[in-house]
């Protein structure tokens, strides 16, 4: 499991995940990953379109991510562009309805800037 | 036990970590694949089997992790109906999926009420068509099932 990031500009920070995002994944980048998401960017675009399996314990981790960037007056979002694998277990569990996700990088920081 | 007509049940026996459990994913490709599962049913597969394997390793207690975990694949066909079943038992705590998640939970209105606890069990539901638990000589029986047609 990888994971790297690139601060676009003073408001929104990509984060990218690559691999498989199981427990074992999950457990090898989370604190990393609490790290970078829980930005003091206003803005956090998660990029999904490389994982290549998305447990709960890797749900878990954005919705933990997700709400502390909320508490912070910040968003987080999620692009799995071409990701039909994780984009049917975003929809399965409903985590597509709370944690806004795209299928485009673009339309993922406009929302972020609304 | 699952069989297929022609295959007797493929088996694994593994330790009840995160790092096996994922040997365990790699195993169940393998064996699917040769049974020509169609990819779709493997993914619904392992996502359960992760999920399964994650809550004996998170609440199983000690003697699950202690003890191995033994897996069973099979597939069988008839008419074009094709049923995949994978049994996992391991040595945790009595813990019956169906009875301690027996309807899908509702889901949240929002993020702020989001509650990250049970997602395991609402996946495990989701992904798979059925499940059945038993329990025997100190060791849980989970049997998930998927369920697929194909052109006779």
Redesign the interface.
């Known amino acids: 499991m990888a994971i790297q990031y690139e601060d676009v500009n003073d408001d929104i920070r990509r984060i990218f995940l690559r691999g498989?995002l199981?427990?074992?994944?999950s457990?090898q980048i989370a604190a990393e990953f609490a790290a970078l998401a829980e930005s003091a960017k206003r803005g956090v675009v998660v990029n999904l379109s490389d994982v290549t399996?998305l447990?709960?314990?890797g749900?878990?981790a954005l919705?933990?991510s997700?709400?502390a960037q909320?508490a912070k007056g910040g968003r987080m979002v999620l692009n799995v562009a071409g990701n039909d694998?994780v984009a049917r277990?975003l929809e399965?569990?409903?985590i597509d309805?709370?944690?806004p996700t795209f299928e485009d990088e673009d339309e993922a920081e406009r929302a972020l800037l609304k | 036990m699952p069989s297929s007509a022609t295959q007797p049940p493929a088996e694994l026996t593994i330790r009840g970590d995160t790092w096996d459990a994922r040997r365990a994913s790699v195993w169940l490709a393998s064996v699917a694949l040769a049974q020509n599962v169609p990819r779709e049913q493997i993914v619904r597969l392992d996502h359960c089997l992760d999920e399964a394997l994650a809550n004996v390793i998170a609440h199983g207690g000690p003697t699950a992790l202690a003890s191995p975990v033994r897996l069973q694949f099979g597939v069988r066909r008839s008419e074009g109906m094709c049923t995949a079943e994978l049994a996992v038992a391991d040595a945790g705590v009595a813990f019956d999926p169906s009875r301690y998640s027996p309807e899908p939970a509702p889901r949240p209105a929002s993020l702020a009420e989001a509650k990250p606890e049970g997602l395991g069990l609402v996946m495990i539901r989701n992904f798979s068509d059925d499940l059945r638990y038993r329990r025997s000589e100190g060791r849980n029986h989970l049997t998930i099932t998927v369920s697929w047609t194909e052109a006779a």
């Open positions: 498989r199981d427990t074992a994944g457990e399996f447990s709960s314990m749900i878990r919705i933990a997700a709400k909320q694998v277990t399965a569990t409903g309805e709370l944690i």
